[in-house]
């Protein structure tokens, strides 16, 4: 295809506002090339049709009738033709060609037809596209890749034992204090690992988890043996799991044993959410912890060191005293996420679930706060499409490093609800410019800017001037069309400096010092890719404020930028299932840690034992062995791991 021509097909398309590019070729080669004429007759309407068949031609009936086979037989060896049948063709011109071609005396010796490619413009119907790119099949993007993932999540084994692997034991030691990976041998179960990983990573879980102990068996009982049953049985297999991510000089926990402990067995379909499954498990863990830290005063009052569950309930209810209720005393928050600007992000999204726009007296309200809050983040399911209307892109959800829950707080209601009043009104205006915006960018489907542009260029640099009258008319036409131009332009800027001001309104609405006193920072993140197996869920936790990832085995140092920002997943409707934010506490003051002597001896043997086993070799004293140190107070200078041999369960015992 000619370069020339096509730039002047792409000129004559914008000149048409976003036109047909095949009318605009078809009228350009009816002058043979000339596009000032063409672009006169575009704007007079000239469409570059064809003309009808002549009457005389005959119908292809007749036509067929007629045909008879050659009158010669063919030469042994053809000789080439200089006629040219253009087989792409699909008009009534190349057919006709055809029909007079194969209707010629049939020599073979200097009329014999010759293939070649067709030099007739490209049918769009048989053109190529990157696959990468949304058609108009009826299909839309978003279905195509769930398809795909569907496709390759065909590939994951169900029970994907063999996946599970395990590095030598000279690449597992634990470096550079790093989160310890813990490791289901059944990859389905991936989600509970990453859920024990992860309240291990919240200090005020794991400080309430270290302080705990079993009950005596007797009340003179003088020693106290490890439970092996009931709540009592979760609570020390907390306890032993999280003093080993503590100090185990190893950097991978096998969690087998802790499943079995659980009695947690594999979802029944391969494809279950990981979003419920993580929830229905979490659920279950803080009401253990909750009752066994506080069991006895959470029955008898609503005033108790709250770790987990929060006080709930409209705002025009009067405090209730009762003692521990699940129907007003929540853990884990669920946040309808859709693709509109009311749930992009965490904020906005928990602002509509609490809130009651109409009558703010009912809106939700907390009561009695706890020191952790996790929210799971919902995704609705959605059937394909199938229509040839393009979907709306998905966005990434997003969520903040802090969030202050002092405007969902009782005592707050007043302020909250003149701040989330002028927040609607601040939202509608935004939403009005966005509309004029809108209006004036775009009119039946077409770029206005563009095509004004087009117009005024073609008036400018291509229009014929060949009269004083034509010359005057154009100049008049010209000085309306940048008129216009600027016009729109000016109004264009001056509604984005209003949606800017109006935005930088919005986010400092609750920058208030009385809604800044409950601070939450985020501690751990749950995420999925949309996919399933092992390598397909992972998790960012913090750990004196450096941010960790762990994918299986592999835990790797990130940015907190890539914790906020990671839109793995979004695209599949996948991406951030759970979040856990907690209490904000100083940096660093997290001192030792009360763990069971038992156990942290325990703990020590098996780093004695992993230690000796990869001892370097006095012939070879390259090799440094280097294990952070530990936040216990039992004075033991090394963190632990997993068990020395993966899977097998790790030995406590004195």
């Known amino acids: 295809m000619d370069v020339g021509e096509e730039e ?4 004559l398309t914008s000149m048409m506002g976003d036109g047909d590019p095949e009318v605009a070729r078809r009228v350009l080669r009816k002058h043979n090339g000339d596009v000032q004429k063409a672009a006169t007759s575009i704007l007079e ?3 570059g049709a064809e003309e009808s068949w002549p009457a005389d031609f005959g119908s292809l009936t007749d036509v067929s009738i007629s045909v008879v086979g050659p ?13 040219i049948i253009d087989l792409t063709g699909d008009d009534e011109r190349e057919l006709r060609h055809a029909i007079e071609a194969s209707l010629a005396p049939s020599t073979y010796g200097s009329s014999a037809s010759q293939l070649r490619p ?3 413009a490209p049918d769009p119907s048989w053109a190529m596209v990157p696959s990468n790119v949304e058609q108009s099949s009826g299909i839309s993007q978003d279905d195509q890749y769930l398809s795909r993932a569907i496709q390759e999540s065909m590939r994951e084994t169900y029970n994907d034992q063999e996946r599970y692997i395990t590095l030598p034991l000279e690449q597992m030691i634990r470096r550079d204090n790093r989160p310890v990976a813990i490791r289901p041998t059944q990859g389905s179960l991936v989600y509970a690992a990453l859920i024990f990983q992860g309240l291990y990573h919240v200090p005020q879980v794991r400080k309430s988890i270290a302080s705990w102990r079993p009950p005596p068996a007797t009340p003179d009982a003088k020693f106290v043996s490890p439970p092996t049953s009931g709540e009592d049985l979760l609570m020390w297999t907390l306890i032993e799991n999280f003093t080993n991510m503590d100090l185990v000089a190893i950097s991978e926990l096998n969690f087998d044993a802790c499943l079995a402990a659980l009695q947690l067995e594999p979802p029944v379909y391969s494809t279950a959410s990981p979003s419920e499954l993580s929830y229905d498990l979490l659920q279950r863990l803080t009401l253990t912890i909750e009752t066994s830290l506080h069991k006895e005063i959470a029955m008898q009052t609503h005033k108790w060191p709250r770790l987990f569950y929060f006080r709930y309930g409209p705002a025009d209810a009067q405090p209730d005293t009762s003692p521990f209720d699940q129907r007003q005393d929540m853990a884990i928050v669920k946040v309808d996420i859709r693709d509109d600007n009311q749930s992009a992000d965490l904020v906005s999204a928990l602002s509509a679930r609490m809130a009651h726009r109409e009558i703010p007296s009912k809106q939700q309200v907390i009561f009695e706060p706890s020191d952790v809050v996790a929210f799971q983040l919902v995704r609705p399911d ?3 499409s199938y229509s040839r209307t393009p979907t709306p892109l998905r966005q990434p959800f997003r969520y ?12 707050n209601v007043e302020i909250s609800s003149a701040k989330w009043r002028e927040q609607k009104e601040i939202s509608e205006k935004i939403q009005n410019l966005t509309l004029r915006e809108n209006a004036l960018k775009r009119h039946q489907n077409a770029d206005v800017l563009k095509s004004l542009r087009a117009t005024l260029h073609y008036y400018e640099h291509v229009a014929n001037r060949d009269t004083p009258e034509r ?20 109004e264009l800027e001056t509604i984005q400096t209003q949606k800017d001001h109006s935005k930088d309104q919005l986010s400092r609405l609750f920058d208030g010092p009385e809604l800044r006193e409950h601070r939450y920072d985020l501690r751990v993140v749950f995420m999925h890719d949309g996919l399933f197996g092992r390598s397909h869920l992972y998790s960012y936790v913090n750990d004196n404020g450096t941010w960790w990832k762990t994918v299986d085995l592999d835990v790797t140092e990130v940015p907190e930028e890539t914790v906020l920002t990671d839109a793995t997943g979004f695209h599949l409707g996948a991406g951030p299932y759970m979040l856990i934010y907690s209490r904000a506490v ?3 003051d997290q001192g030792p840690l009360p763990w069971p002597e038992d156990v942290v001896r325990g703990v020590e043997h098996n780093n004695k034992m992993f230690l000796e086993t990869i001892a370097p070799n006095p012939a070879n004293p390259v090799m440094q062995i280097s294990v952070p140190s530990s936040t216990s107070a039992s004075g033991f200078n090394t963190p632990l791991d997993l068990p020395v041999t993966p899977g097998e369960p790790m030995d406590v015992t004195n």
């Open 8 to 11: 002047n097909v792409t000129f």
């Open 45 to 47: 309407g000239d469409t």
């Open 71 to 83: 009158s010669t037989p063919p030469p042994s060896k053809p000789e080439k033709d200089k006629t």
């Open 118 to 120: 067709s030099e007739r």
């Open 382 to 384: 959605t059937l394909p």
């Open 400 to 411: 903040p490093k802090h969030i202050y829950l002092d405007q969902y707080m009782k005592e």
């Open 471 to 490: 010359i005057s008319a154009i100049v008049t036409q010209i000085q309306k069309l940048r008129k216009i131009l600027a016009r729109i332009e000016n």
């Open 586 to 588: 100083p940096e660093g």
